[in-house]
């Protein structure tokens, strides 16, 4: 095992024996490895991440945010008689009594039990099993109702900020730092096509026609674990993005990741649509979740969030494409740039099947 690795392993509390650790997972954002320790009982094992800093600026308010937010959720948890190991994330504490270690780099270490019987998909195989998550993140969205937003750090400011995110953007554009801008000159003029569109949910909050709420941020369909067995939604993972929020994002995001009809970063565009089965599906176990607490116009903005946060997701992948690749992990040349298109060929499903997303929200609700 890499010494480094080693160094840090040490100074958390982990039970006596050899240890391994491989890397872990399919995020895009933190350095995840898979820790398994064998001891004379058996093995136990752990996920361990070095929260990524050029992301997350300030990694002890992502550790006091989780902190604060499992710590409500173990208490809802226990009290309806369920297993606070398995329903949400644990972090181990290090010797020093922290839930974190700083390396000798400066960088930011967590370890988590790992949620065992689980897995995480990028896509769903079935419409019963993204129903599934639907309802946990449904759930997630229920379960932290009472939970006071004023607690938490704004770990990314403007996280889902579509305007700002427009911006951003923009000034990419401006720098061209990559020298890539020619390349991108057909999805720049999408994205300018809809600016009016990014102002949408904050017009609306701001007229107080929807609430603030405490949301998630980044439900992205591998951000929660499913039972290997029944597919039921276990645990809401990578918490480093709850803060407030609209429930348009925590919806939005699932379905541009799971109700797509391809990867994320699927080359071939012909495969990239917006599957009205699996949106209908999502919609389903979110709303039976979380429907009871939502306001009119929260549901009717829904399919809205869904566009806003597939919009939004393109967006942030050209303008890191233009910045070379700075915040989201790739595997290969133009990585974020093919992402970008499948977000925006998946606008464009989206828009030409308007009417058909109403109305399934229309009567689901
Ligand atoms: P990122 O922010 O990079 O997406 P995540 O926290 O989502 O990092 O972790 C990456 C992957 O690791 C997840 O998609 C999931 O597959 C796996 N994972 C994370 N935490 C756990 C856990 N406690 N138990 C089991 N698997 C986990
Ligand atoms: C990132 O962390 P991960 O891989 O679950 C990103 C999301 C994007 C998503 C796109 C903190 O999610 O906002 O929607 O990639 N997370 C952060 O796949 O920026
Ligand atoms: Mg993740």
Known sequence: MDQKIKKILAQFELPQGEMEALPYGNGHINDTLCVTVYTEKGYKRFIMQRVNNYVFPQPIEVIENIEKVTAYLRGIIRENGGDIERETLTLVPAKDGKNYVIAEDGQLWRIYLFVEGTRSVDLPDTEALFELSGRAFGKFQRQLGGFDAAQLHETIVDFHNTPA?????????????????????????????????????????????????????????????????????????????????????????????GASTAAEDERDLEKVQLSLPMFEAFARGFLAEAGAALNAREKELLPMGAKMMTLECGMRFLADHLNGDKYFRVHRENHNLDRARTQFTLVRHMEEHWDELMGIIHKIS
Do not use: W
Request: charged share 25%; aromatic share 4%; with cysteine.
């Open 165 to 257: 995110r427009y911006q951003r953007l923009m000034d990419a554009v401006a720098r061209n730092e990559a020298g890539r801008l020619d390349s991108v000159q057909e999805e720049l003029a999408f994205c300018m096509a809809h600016e009016a569109d990014t102002h949408v949910l904050l017009d609306a909050l701001k007229d107080g026609e929807i609430p603030l709420r405490v949301t998630h941020n980044d439900t992205k369909l591998n951000n929660v674990l499913l039972d290997m067995q029944s597919g039921e939604g276990v645990c809401v993972i990578d918490l480093d993005t709850v803060m407030p929020g609209l429930v348009a994002y925590d919806f939005g995001d699932s379905i541009r990741s």
